[in-house]
């Protein structure tokens, strides 16, 4: 049981699959199945309420499939062990972000007094532009 600031989700929505890691690691690389591949399906998830799932399933993560499983891929370390705690953190914070509700945006519009004032200084911007080269230069 995966525990993620009070959602908990059960270990059987988590399917782990060991394979082998890419990159350094020696003979051992070619050996050992030390790499994690994390997959939870959040579309079909027990665990999680619609506004969550409406959220993680939202956020464009190419990690993510068309199919709502996401897929969290883990090969930092060489240990097996290893791999598979960084890959549950991982999923972990991702959830956490998703926890947090976006603040509703409420649309405001300038004041008079803000465009008066950006109209000023454009014009005052102008008259500096305008002024520019027309002292002490004749243009020969």
């Known amino acids: 049981m995966l525990d993620i600031d009070g959602i ?3 270990e059987d929505e988590l399917v782990e699959k ?4 890419t990159g350094a690691g020696g003979q051992n690389v070619n050996k050992v199945s030390s790499a994690v591949e994390l997959r939870f399906d959040i579309a079909r998830s027990s665990a999680l309420d619609e ?3 409406a959220r993680l ?6 990690r993510v499939t068309i199919d709502g499983v996401l897929v969290i891929q883990a090969q930092r370390f060489r240990d097996q ?3 598979r705690t960084d890959a549950r953190e991982r999923l972990a914070a991702l959830v956490r ?3 947090n509700v976006p603040k509703h945006r409420v649309a405001t519009r300038p004041t ?10 454009k014009k005052s911007r102008a008259t500096i532009k305008r002024n520019r080269g027309r002292a ?4 020969e």
């Open 8 to 10: 908990r989700i059960p």
């Open 112 to 121: 008079r007094a803000s465009k008066e004032r950006r109209i000023e200084a």
């Open 97 to 99: 972000a998703a926890l």
């Open 51 to 53: 506004a969550l799932r």
């Open 57 to 62: 399933l939202a956020r464009r993560d190419r």
């Open 18 to 21: 060991f394979v082998r890691a």
């Open 136 to 139: 002490g230069w004749s243009g």
């Open 81 to 83: 062990a290893k791999n």
